[in-house]
């Protein structure tokens, strides 16, 4: 199980399994050439001489080969703090143009969320054929592949085979040989980052994304940033406002991340979101004819998938294929179910099978989850994701003793997942780059109107955190959605739909605190 702050929308998740479980303008142009390239950025009130060539790039469009959809790359430094020597990374970008019919309002930038996501994919799979047909009539809806991830210099760690064994480790050690175990799985995986994308490594913040998204947005010709961000793509964006608050359009933070939170709180916190996701689980679940955890309600369910999880750690169960269900890959079958409401049956039937001795359900599912292809081959989303969580933020732990520690609260958040969720979160302890970011308030003091969503059952980003950003930023109105599943904006609520699209179309915020 490789679960941690892993935050993505439902629709980069599912669709493995067949459902799914990350312009130019002469104005500010963010920090000089001689600042640090990451971490809070002093604002400046001129395009430095080092970075205009990046700011008034032609991009060159092209097919992508999907209909409708063009495709361009755009030249970014690879390190801020030193632009203009000869080091620059390419970014992928792709466009759905605006269809209309009515006034075309601009660019609208999207990102699904991981960090690790890929953006096009999103864009070309979802956000360019299905958001709602006024806002793809008015808005070119654009996407970039951050730096780092899937198109835009991928970080790579481990093959396919070596990437196999790395999800089957046992992430709740029961002794100190399965400990050293799992920690020597951690240092192989970033050794195996270091060897394969050391040049990158260094330069993945979510501040340095979030610099290349002003590059993009003066290349479109946009005044300002129109942008819709999904789960960890509400870190991004609030990101974005914080640097460039003049710069602030209309932002939509959909299924919102706290950047105050360490990363200690935020993977309790988000361990803590799957247990209340999971209860509205085994609550519909006991209503069903074919619910595989019985009708005792919550408690009894997270028992005995607790004793069926102890099971499979001591004997895993068959899969049709060389690989095995364990206890990691059947968490994490689970957790990825958790993320959209939609996958409640099939993780029903999953479940039933694997205790029935057919894992294939759940490995399908834990498959979607690490976007695994069927021949072995894993996209980049978990190594990105890593990457880049590991530049955001110092380790959670210092070390086991202190998971040991830690242990007791991981398992108060969630019985069922909290051991695997405290353990799996040891990953960055043996990171080889530091990290560069720190917890700390975004308040994008002057920006226009910033539309905050959160789902109040949400599972990997609990609504607490979308009233904490809405409370941080200066411009901040919470959105709520009463409901089950991650992210709320284009999921079946007429209520929240609206509410957003009135924002995106007219400019108009829906009321601070309003529910749907």
């Known amino acids: 199980m490789d679960t941690r702050r892993v935050l993505r929308t439902t629709g980069t998740v599912i669709a493995a399994a067949g459902l799914l479980v990350s312009g130019c303008t002469s104005g500010d142009s963010g920090p000089s050439a001689a600042a640090s390239s990451t971490g809070p950025q002093p604002r400046s009130t001129v395009v430095s001489a080092a970075l205009k060539p990046y700011y008034e790039q032609r991009l060159t469009w092209r097919d992508c080969g999907v209909a409708g959809f063009e495709c361009a790359t755009m030249k970014a430094p690879l390190d801020y703090a030193k632009a203009g020597n000869g080091e620059d990374i390419e970014l992928a970008v792709s466009r759905k143009k605006a269809t209309g019919p009515g006034k075309r309002l601009g660019s609208l930038l999207v990102n699904p969320g991981g960090p690790g996501g890929s953006a096009i994919g999103y864009l070309q799979a979802y956000a360019g054929i299905g958001y709602p047909a006024p806002v793809r009539a008015r808005y070119d809806i654009v996407a970039v592949d951050p730096r780092g991830v899937a198109r835009s210099a991928p970080v790579e760690c481990l093959g396919g085979p070596a990437m196999d064994a790395y999800t089957q480790v046992d992430q709740t050690p029961d ?36 610099r ?20 960890y793509g509400t870190f991004l964006g609030a ?26 709180d ?35 369910a997270a028992r005995r998938l607790k004793e069926f ?37 099939q993780l029903r039937e999953a479940i039933r099978q694997a205790m029935d001795g057919d894992g294939s359900g759940l490995l399908a599912l834990a498959d979607s989850y690490y976007e695994r292809e069927p021949n ?13 969580n590991c530049l955001d933020l110092p380790p959670a732990f210092t070390g086991p003793d202190a998971v040991q520690a830690a242990l007791p609260s991981f398992e108060k958040a969630s019985p ?16 080889p780059v530091k990290a560069t970011g720190t917890p700390h308030r975004l308040t994008a003091q002057g920006a226009a109107p910033i539309v905050v969503v ?45 509410a957003i699209n009135d924002y995106l179309l007219k400019g108009t915020p829906p009321p601070s605190g309003k529910r749907c």
């Open 175 to 210: 002794d100190a040989a399965e400990q050293a175990a799992l920690v020597k799985a951690f240092k192989e995986f970033a050794a195996g980052c270091e060897r394969r994308a050391g040049r990158v490594l260094p330069h993945v913040s979510t501040v340095e994304a979030a």
């Open 309 to 345: 999880f102890a099971k499979l750690d001591a004997q895993p169960v068959a899969t049709g294929e060389r690989r095995t269900l364990g206890e990691s890959l059947a968490t994490t079958g689970v957790i990825a179910a958790m993320y959209d409401e939609s996958a409640w049956p």
């Open 416 to 431: 069922v997942f909290g051991r695997g969720l405290a353990w799996a979160s040891l990953n960055c302890t043996y990171w």
């Open 266 to 300: 935020l993977n309790r916190d988000q361990t803590a979101g799957f247990e209340t996701a999971f209860r509205s689980f085994a609550k519909d679940c006991a209503a069903q004819t074919d619910c595989p955890l019985g009708t005792g309600g919550p408690d009894a």
């Open 376 to 388: 072995g081959k894993y996209a980049n989303l978990m190594f990105a994701n890593a990457a880049v």
């Open 212 to 231: 290349d998204m002003d590059l993009l947005r003066a290349v479109l010709g946009d005044e300002k940033l129109t942008y819709v961000g999904a789960s």
């Open 454 to 498: 959160g789902t109040t059952r949400d599972p990997a980003t609990p609504y607490k955190w979308a009233e904490a950003l809405a409370g941080q930023l200066d411009s901040g109105v919470l959105l709520t959605y009463d409901g089950d599943g991650h992210t709320a904006y284009g999921r079946g609520s007429t209520c929240i739909d609206s």
């Open 239 to 264: 990101t974005y406002a914080d640097l460039f608050p003049d710069r602030v359009g209309r932002l939509v933070l959909d299924g919102a991340m706290d950047p105050s939170r360490s990363a200690l």
